[in-house]
């Protein structure tokens, strides 16, 4: 028998099984995030896409992460234009003898100046080998072992993955299993890729290493990165795996020898 009475449903039932609208479904707006620069220039917040779809939030973010390295950069040149304007003042005064205001000017400017002098002071420590460089170098050298350990770390894994697939494509080759070795080798080379992009990670050290080299000789130290083998090869790769914990052993006894 079919039953053509309606069944009531209740309101808060109708509301929770309604089709959202599709503003509440719509992915935000994101405007132009920035920041204009004393020098000029500007910063552009750059959309990570890996992490997401950007927010206000994470490009906000982003202009801070960028923001950080210009502040460093310049904090030395500001305290070299503080220094500008009474040093201008007390060379009045000295080219200007006879003129009272120029003379009253250097007098003004000489505490300005030995202050700012002052404040300039470790901005020097960049040419003269002291504590500033030391410690730039120290934690240098701890950064790159911790990048070192983590290219280590994850080709330890890969290794241990390689070696398995090994193990296994031998015992399908010697059961004729090709669907099964038709598997394992394409696992096999992900694994190689794999291998590939761990080491490919090194390329921020290499890359900064010229840049380094006069802060590294000014603390009395002198290395180099070791050739990586095939990320194919098992072999070669464990060879790998040693030559860089050989490296992370010897920066660290590098730390313990910087003064």
């Given at each position: 028998m079919l039953h053509t009475d309606?069944?009531?449903?209740?309101?808060?039932?109708?509301?929770?099984?309604?089709?959202?609208?599709?503003?509440?479904?719509?992915?935000p707006q994101v405007g132009d995030m920035g920041l204009s620069l004393p020098n000029g220039g500007r910063i552009e917040a750059i959309a990570d896409l890996t992490n997401g779809i950007p927010s206000d939030c994470s490009l906000a973010t982003?202009?801070?992460?960028?923001?950080?390295?210009?502040?460093?950069?310049?904090?030395?040149?500001?305290?070299?234009?503080?220094?500008?304007?009474?040093?201008?003042?007390?060379?009045?005064?000295?080219?200007?003898?006879?003129d009272p205001s120029a003379v009253e000017k250097m007098a003004k400017a000489a505490p300005k100046f030995a202050n700012a002098a002052a404040d300039l002071?470790?901005?020097?420590?960049?040419?003269?080998?002291?504590?500033?460089?030391?410690?730039?170098?120290?934690?240098?050298?701890?950064?790159?072992?911790?990048?070192?350990?983590c290219v280590i770390g994850s080709l330890k894994t890969v290794l241990g993955v390689?070696?398995?697939?090994?193990?296994?494509?031998?015992?399908?080759?010697?059961?004729?299993?090709?669907?099964l070795m038709a598997v394992l080798?394409?696992?096999?080379?992900?694994?190689?890729?794999?291998?590939?992009?761990?080491?490919?990670?090194?390329?921020?050290v290499v890359n900064i290493m010229p840049m380094v080299t006069t802060f590294l000789e000014m603390a009395g130290i002198s290395f180099e990165l070791p050739e990586l083998g095939d990320p194919e090869d098992?072999?070669?790769?464990?060879?790998?795996?040693?030559?860089?914990?050989?490296?992370?052993?010897?920066?660290?006894?590098?730390?313990?020898?910087?003064?």
């Open positions: 309606t069944i009531p449903v209740p309101e808060d039932l109708k509301r929770l099984m309604a089709l959202p609208a599709c503003a509440d479904l719509s992915f982003n202009v801070l992460v960028q923001l950080q390295p210009f502040l460093v950069s310049i904090e030395c040149v500001l305290k070299i234009l503080g220094l500008l304007q009474p040093l201008i003042d007390i060379i009045g005064g000295l080219t200007s003898p006879t002071l470790p901005c020097f420590g960049m040419l003269v080998p002291g504590a500033g460089i030391f410690n730039f170098v120290r934690d240098l050298l701890r950064l790159i072992i911790a990048v070192l350990k390689m070696k398995g697939i090994s193990l296994r494509l031998e015992a399908a080759e010697a059961a004729g299993n090709t669907q080798e394409c696992a096999q080379e992900n694994a190689a890729n794999s291998a590939a992009h761990a080491q490919a990670s090194l390329g921020p098992a072999e070669a790769l464990e060879k790998t795996v040693k030559k860089l914990e050989d490296t992370v052993t010897v920066l660290e006894q590098l730390i313990e020898a910087v003064p």
